[in-house]
C-alpha cells in the first residue's frame, strides 16, 4: 500500500490529539499557561486537516485508506476535543454527547457508503461551513473567562445545527441520488450527485477494470 504525505500528516495528526487532550487537562489541573500550548496543538491539528486534504487532491495521492483514516482523525479530533474540555468545566456533558452520536453516524454511514456502494462523500461547503463554526466555538473555549463557563453550551447551538443541516444536504444530494435509484435497480445519475465519487466495474476484454467518475 502506498502510503503518501497526506496520510503521514494524517498520522501525525492522529497522533498529536492525545498530546492535545492532556494539555487541556494540564492547563486546568496543573498550571493555566498550559493552555497557550493546548490552543497552538488544536489550531496545528485542524490547520493540518486542510493541508492534507489539500496535498491529496492536488496531487492526485487520494487513497482508499486514507478516505476512511482521515474522516475518522477528524471526528476523533472534535470529540476528544469536546470531551476534554466538558472534563475540565469548559463544556456542559450534553454538548460532546450530541457530536459524538452525529460524528459516530457520519463515521458508519460513511463507511458504509464507500463499501457498499464505492461511494466517496467529498466535503462540500455546507459541510466545511459547519466545521469553521466548530473551530471558532473551540477557539474561543480556550480563552473564555472561568465565570462565564455556564454560557459555553450556546456558544455550540449555531455549529450544531449547521452540522445537522450538512448532514440533511449530505443526504439529499448525494446518497438519495446514487443509493435509491441503485436499490430500485435504476443507473446513478452524476448529474445530479454532488460531491460524489462513483467507482463502477467495467468489463474489458482482459478482464474487470474500475473506472472513477468525479462529478
Known amino acids: ?31 493555566s499557561k498550559y493552555n497557550v500550548i493546548a490552543f497552538v496543538l488544536f489550531v496545528l ?38 470531551l476534554m474540555m466538558m472534563i475540565v468545566g469548559r463544556l456542559p456533558l450534553w454538548v460532546p454527547c450530541v457530536i459524538f452520536v452525529k460524528e459516530l453516524l457520519m463515521l458508519i454511514g460513511g463507511t458504509l457508503l464507500l463499501t457498499k456502494y464505492k461511494l466517496v462523500v467529498y466535503s462540500k461547503w455546507y459541510g466545511k461551513a459547519a466545521t469553521v463554526l466548530f473551530v471558532f466555538a473551540f477557539c474561543i473555549l480556550f480563552f473564555i473567562p472561568q465565570d462565564s463557563t455556564h454560557l459555553t453550551g450556546y456558544l455550540f447551538i449555531l455549529p450544531l445545527l449547521m452540522s445537522l443541516i450538512a448532514y440533511g444536504k449530505y443526504f439529499a444530494d448525494n446518497v438519495v441520488p446514487v443509493v435509491f435509484r441503485k436499490s430500485a435497480g435504476k443507473p446513478a445519475d452524476p448529474a445530479k450527485v454532488s460531491g460524489v465519487e462513483i467507482v463502477r466495474k467495467k468489463r474489458t476484454g482482459d478482464g474487470l477494470s474500475k473506472k472513477s467518475e468525479n462529478t
Open 45 to 82: 491539528i485542524w490547520a493540518t486537516d486542510v493541508l492534507d486534504g489539500f496535498i491529496a487532491r492536488k496531487y492526485d495521492q487520494v487513497t482508499n485508506f486514507g478516505k476512511l483514516f482521515d474522516p475518522f482523525v477528524d471526528k476523533l479530533f472534535q470529540f476528544v476535543t469536546a
Open 1 to 31: 500500500m502506498k502510503i503518501g504525505l497526506p496520510n503521514i500528516i494524517t498520522s501525525v495528526r492522529f497522533a498529536a490529539i492525545p498530546v492535545m487532550a492532556y494539555f487541556i487537562y494540564a492547563s486546568a489541573m496543573i498550571d
